[in-house]
């Protein structure tokens, strides 16, 4: 007996947003994450490394012994991550806090504009979260780098304007930030928009939680995200995610915290590198199209699942 095989029916597509110099673009999927026998993912998920405009103080052990040989110099360490396999960086500008007073804003952009140029690969520049000084630095960013695409921001629903104002008079793009709240994601997508900022420049950053800390509620955020892109065609929710994944689960304490502390726990590493890869993956099966992470083991296990998942859903 013949059994029909029953298929989702999507009316709308999450929108491609081009990133860096040489035409990489995320996002313009017509299906839900790997269901390939139902629609397209025409663009890979990329996996990305972080680095930081100057020396981390709460960075795991494991992670000091990777880099603490490069993180005094930003742009050394930029190179490093090219080199173990990174498909893009989040530059995370904490120096330009006023609390740190590391860096100005043309020091920022003198920083950013030196990476690119050291290395071929698209830029995601996250400013300090600091009002006083982040319009001036997505300013002075924006406006040095003119031949590829960065993604800046974030802009959430407080420092919209300041974030979008620079960005928008560019030909980069812009992270729009949510708390774990798909009402507050749409709105804050509609005020970005209603600045005249183009929909195929604008990225969804819906706040990471990491395996234990939130992971279950922000995957049922993206999850209802792109249900209501794909099923509902809500043009607010259309728009490709980034995920913030290395931050959040290398600060947890499972790690962080060494055997002599938690003895039945195990190596601190391997805890550290599960951790990221396990909640790297739950949010690529959500929707994420952009991941940032820290440690390249992670990289390289999520590359081979990526991998395996196409496999799967081409297989039907």
Known sequence: MLVEKLLNSYSGKVKEVEIGSGGLKVGGETCLPFYLWEGEMPNKILFGLEILDQEPVDWADSLARLYQDVWKEPVEWAKKCFEMGAEFLHIRLTGTHPDSKKHDPTQAADLVEEISKAVSLPLIVYVSGNKE??????????DRIKDSRLLLGPADEENYKLVVAPVSLTNHNVIAFSPVDINIA??????????????????????????????????????????????????????????????????????KVSPDEEPTWGDEEKRGISWEVVTAITLMLAGANLISLRHPESLRLLKEARSEFISLGEGG
């Open 133 to 142: 000084t982040d319009a001036q630095v997505l300013q002075k960013v924006a």
């Open 186 to 255: 749409k709105q804050v997508n509609i005020l970005i928009a209603q600045m005249g900022m183009p929909l195929e420049r604008i990225v969804m950053d819906p706040t990471t939680g990491a395996l234990g800390y939130g992971l279950e509620y922000t995957f049922s955020i993206m999850e209802r995200l792109r249900l209501a892109a794909l099923i509902q065609n809500d043009e607010m929710t259309q728009f490709p995610i980034i995920c913030t994944v290395g931050q959040e689960t290398w600060k947890t304490k499972e790690a």
